[in-house]
C-alpha cells in the first residue's frame, strides 16, 4: 500500500522568509500528487496538484510544487511567505489506477506558523 | 448545493452510545468518501463510495464504524458503541474525478 511521509511536523517562520515542505511517498507506479491547505477553523482546500507534464506545477497564493520522481518527492515551496499562510499543510497521493477511484492517501500533516 | 454539507458540525456524545454523521455531496459528483481526522494523525481514510459499486471499506477501523449511501447521493456514517478514542473530526469529500475532489467542513466528534 503506498504511504505519504511529511518530515517537518511543525515550522516557525517569519514573515517573508522562503518555504519548502517536504513530501515523500512509497509507490512505484503512477501517482497523482496534492497539497492541500487547512487555515484555521476552515475546511480542506487544494493548493496545487500534479497529474502529469511539467513537474513543476504552481498553485495557488504563490505556492509551488516539483515533481521528482526518482526521488519520490513532490515538495511544497514558496519564496516568502506571509503571516496569512499560517495553516497546516496536507501533501496527498492518489495512485491513479481504477480500482482506487481518487481516494487519497495523506500525510501527517505539517503546521506552519509565520510570525508577523 | 454549492459545497459539501456536513452535519452536525459538532456532536458531543457518551462513551457506549451510537451517532450517526451526515453528508450531502456536491449534486453530480458520483464519488463520496469519508476520513477521520486525529490530532497528529493527519487524515485517516475511512470509506469510499463510487457509483453503484460495491463501497471499499477498507479503511473502517472496527466492525463498529458502517457507512451507506442512499440513492447515490446522501451518506451517512454510523459509529456504533462510541469509544473515546472515536474522537475526531470526521470529513466528507466528493468528486466526480481527481481533479474535483471536494471536502465538507466536517463534523468533530467528542466522545466523554
Known amino acids: 500500500a503506498q504511504s505519504v511521509s511529511q518530515h517537518n511536523h511543525h515550522v516557525i517562520l517569519s514573515e517573508a522568509a522562503s518555504l519548502e515542505l517536504g513530501c515523500n511517498y512509497s509507490?512505484?507506479?503512477?501517482?497523482?500528487l496534492f497539497w492541500y491547505v487547512q487555515y484555521p477553523g476552515q475546511h480542506l482546500q487544494l493548493l496545487l496538484k500534479?497529474?502529469?507534464?511539467?513537474?513543476l506545477v504552481k498553485g495557488i497564493k504563490g505556492f509551488e510544487a516539483e515533481f521528482i520522481k526518482s526521488k519520490f518527492s513532490f515538495n511544497l515551496r514558496k519564496p516568502s511567505v506571509q503571516w496569512s499562510d499560517t495553516a497546516e499543510y496536507f501533501c496527498a497521493v492518489n495512485t491513479a489506477r481504477k480500482s482506487s477511484g481518487d481516494k487519497l492517501t495523506f500525510g501527517t500533516g505539517t503546521r506552519l506558523a509565520v510570525r508577523p | 448545493g454549492a459545497g459539501v454539507s456536513q452535519s452536525p458540525s459538532n456532536k458531543v456524545t457518551e462513551k457506549g452510545k451510537d451517532v450517526e454523521l451526515r453528508c450531502d455531496p456536491i449534486s453530480g459528483h458520483t464519488a463520496l468518501y469519508w476520513y477521520r481526522q486525529s490530532l497528529g494523525q493527519g487524515l485517516e481514510f475511512l470509506i469510499y463510495f463510487q457509483g453503484n459499486s460495491a463501497p471499499d471499506k477498507s479503511g473502517l477501523p472496527s466492525d463498529r464504524f458502517s457507512a451507506e449511501r442512499t440513492g447515490g447521493s446522501v451518506s451517512t456514517l454510523t459509529i456504533q458503541r462510541t469509544q473515546q478514542e472515536d474522537s475526531a473530526v470526521y470529513l466528507c469529500?466528493?468528486?466526480?474525478?481527481?481533479?474535483?475532489?471536494?471536502f465538507g467542513s466536517g463534523t468533530r466528534l467528542t466522545v466523554v
Open positions: 500534479y497529474f502529469s507534464g511539467d513537474p
Open positions: 469529500a466528493s468528486s466526480f474525478g481527481p481533479s474535483s475532489y471536494t
Open positions: 509507490y512505484g507506479g503512477t501517482v497523482n
